[in-house]
């Protein structure tokens, strides 16, 4: 079986901080480059960053710059976004998802592009409010 597990989520005030964590069975992430999205109720879902599959580069939306960080363990086949100075506006439900044999020189345009990861996890929702 292939899957992929996001935890971590849950309610935290604003200026707080979370860790989601996004664990593979059935394949080994090392192989993949590995996408973080968030999809607030009535809204689009959107990208909030990347870690390359081979040199750990990263990626991140404006939005969230500065405040979240990607990062993988591939030992552990897992995945982590890190949030910190959360605001309500980072209420979502955040997903993680998987995209192998991406060129990592097309990354930074491409990593937003949903049709690129093959595998996704049933996300974790997270709620910021006081």
């Known amino acids: 079986q292939v899957q992929l597990v996001e935890s971590g989520g849950g309610l935290v005030q604003p200026g707080g901080s979370l860790r989601l964590s996004c664990v593979a069975s059935?394949?080994?992430?090392?192989?993949?480059?590995i996408g973080w999205f968030r999809q607030a109720p009535g809204s689009k879902r959107e990208g909030v960053g990347c870690?390359?599959?081979?040199?750990?580069?990263?990626y991140y939306a404006d939005s969230v710059k500065g405040r979240f960080t990607i990062s993988r363990d591939n030992a552990n086949n897992v995945a982590y976004l890190e949030m910190n100075s959360l605001v309500p506006e980072d209420t979502a439900v955040y997903y993680c998802?998987?995209?192998?044999?991406?060129?990592?020189?097309?990354?930074?345009?491409?990593?937003?592009?949903?049709?690129?990861?093959?595998?996704w996890g049933q996300g974790t929702q997270v709620t910021v409010s006081s």
């Open positions: 998802a998987t995209a192998e044999g991406v060129d990592p020189l097309r990354l930074p345009l491409s990593w937003r592009l949903e049709r690129d990861y093959e595998y």
């Open positions: 870690i390359s599959d081979r040199d750990d580069v990263t």
């Open positions: 059935g394949f080994t992430l090392d192989d993949y480059s």
